[in-house]
Nanobody
Framework: QVQLVESGGGLVQAGASLRLSCAAS????????MGWFRQAPGKEREFVGA????????SYADSVKGRFTISRDNTEITIYLQMYNLKPEDTAVYYC????????????????WGQGTQVTVSS
């Protein structure tokens, strides 16, 4: 059974840091591209960043570049989203994603989703 379980969300003040985790179980996720998306109230889900399973190369949305970092631990099949200097506009539900094809900002189909974790940044 495929499962992606996020954790680490919460309420923080602007300028704070937060780390999200996503634990994967099921297929051999070592070969999967994994990433993070977010959805703010009244907005569409948007790409945040992704990391490949092969060479662990990363890509980020322009809005988070330089503030967010994605990493993965293939031993535990876990990915992390380290967020620095959080802003109120980062407030959203953050979703972990896994895809056999590379995840990019243009991805329209994702194989697996987590249930989401809420991140709220107060000003």
């Amino acid at each position: 059974q495929v499962q992606l379980v996020e954790s680490g969300g919460g309420l923080v003040q602007a300028g704070a840091s937060l780390r999200l985790s996503c634990a994967a179980s099921g297929p051999p996720f070592n070969f999967y591209s994994m990433g993070w998306f977010r959805q703010a109230p009244g907005k569409e889900r948007e790409f945040v960043g992704a990391i490949t399973g092969s060479d662990r190369s990363t890509s980020y949305a322009d809005s988070v570049k330089g503030r967010f970092t994605i990493s993965r631990d293939n031993t535990e099949i876990t990915i992390y989203l380290q967020m620095y200097n959080l802003k109120p506009e980062d407030t959203a539900v953050y979703y972990c994603a896994a895809n056999l094809a590379e995840i990019t900002v243009h991805s329209r189909r994702i194989d697996y989703w987590g249930q989401g974790t809420q991140v709220t940044v107060s000003s």
